[in-house]
């Protein structure tokens, strides 16, 4: 079993910075991408970002130029860099990693103040 913790949340004005920080534990299996999915009150979980084994990166459009995804690679913790930050980018944050299985964390609030 992969277990995913997040942490990082928070509340933050319009323009600041956030990182959201996903440590991952449990049995080793091989997993092929890492993500960051967010959940706006009333709203489908999106997708805002990936990164492959290799460190190939995709970002949402309305998060391009100002969030940055990094690490994850076995042992090492998983980031969300989010520069910035606009009242619509208040969600849950949660971290996700696939494999052969999809695995999510519990997720971790984030308020943007304007």
């Known amino acids: 079993q992969v277990q995913l913790v997040e942490s990082g949340g928070g509340l933050v004005q319009t323009g600041g910075s956030l990182t959201l920080s996903c440590k991952r534990t449990g049995v080793a299996v091989r997993i092929n991408t890492m993500a960051w999915y967010r959940q706006a009150p009333g709203k489908q979980r999106e997708l805002v970002a990936t990164i492959s084994s290799v460190g190939s990166t995709n970002y949402a459009d309305s998060v391009k130029g100002r969030f940055t995804i990094s690490g994850g690679s076995p042992g090492n913790t998983l980031y969300l860099q989010m520069n910035s930050l606009k009242p619509e980018d208040t969600a849950v944050y949660y971290c996700?990693?696939?494999?052969?299985?999809?695995?999510w964390g519990q997720g971790t609030p984030v308020t943007v103040s304007s």
């Open positions: 996700q990693a696939s494999g052969c299985f999809e695995y």
